[in-house]
Nanobody, 123 residues
Framework: QVQLVESGGGLVQPGGSLRLSCAASGSLLSINVAGWYRQAPGKQRDLVAFMTSGGSTNYADSVKGRFTISRDNAKNMVYLQMNNLKPEDTAVYSC?????????????????WGQGTQVTVSS
C-alpha cells in the first residue's frame, strides 16, 4: 500500500500564501503522476494541478499564475505553492499519486489519495 499524507493547510487572509506538502510512503516508490485536487462545500472535486515524472505540468485556469506544483522525487514529496490566495480558493485540498511500487516483478501499480487538508481564505 502507498499512503499519502498532506500538511500545510490553514487559515490565511486574501492575498496570502500557503504551501501544501504531500508525503508518499511505500517500498521502491515510483510516482508517474502527482496532482492536487480540491473540493469546496457542496461542489465536486476538481483538479488543481498535476505534474508528470518528466516534469510536465498542467493547471486549472483559475489558479494559473498563482499556484505552482513541484515534487522532490528523492524524498517522495509533492508540493503546492499557493500565492495570492482568494476566498474562492477555500476548499479541502487532496493529494493524488499514481505509479508503481514494491519489489515484485512486475511491480504493483497504485492510485492513492491523501486524507485532505483544509484551506480557508478569509479576512
Amino acid at each position: 500500500q502507498v499512503q499519502l499524507v498532506e500538511s500545510g493547510g490553514g487559515l490565511v487572509q486574501p492575498g496570502g500564501s500557503l504551501r501544501l506538502s504531500c508525503a508518499a510512503s511505500g517500498s521502491l516508490l515510483s510516482i508517474n503522476v502527482a496532482g492536487w485536487y480540491r473540493q469546496a462545500p457542496g461542489k465536486q472535486r476538481d483538479l488543481v494541478a498535476f505534474m508528470t515524472s518528466g516534469g510536465s505540468t498542467n493547471y486549472a485556469d483559475s489558479v494559473k499564475g498563482r499556484f505552482t506544483i513541484s515534487r522532490d522525487n528523492a524524498k517522495n514529496m509533492v508540493y503546492l505553492q499557493m500565492n495570492n490566495l482568494k476566498p474562492e480558493d477555500t476548499a479541502v485540498y487532496s493529494c493524488n499519486a499514481r505509479g508503481t511500487h514494491g519489489f515484485g516483478i512486475p511491480r504493483l501499480q497504485f492510485d492513492s489519495w491523501g486524507q485532505g487538508t483544509q484551506v480557508t481564505v478569509s479576512s
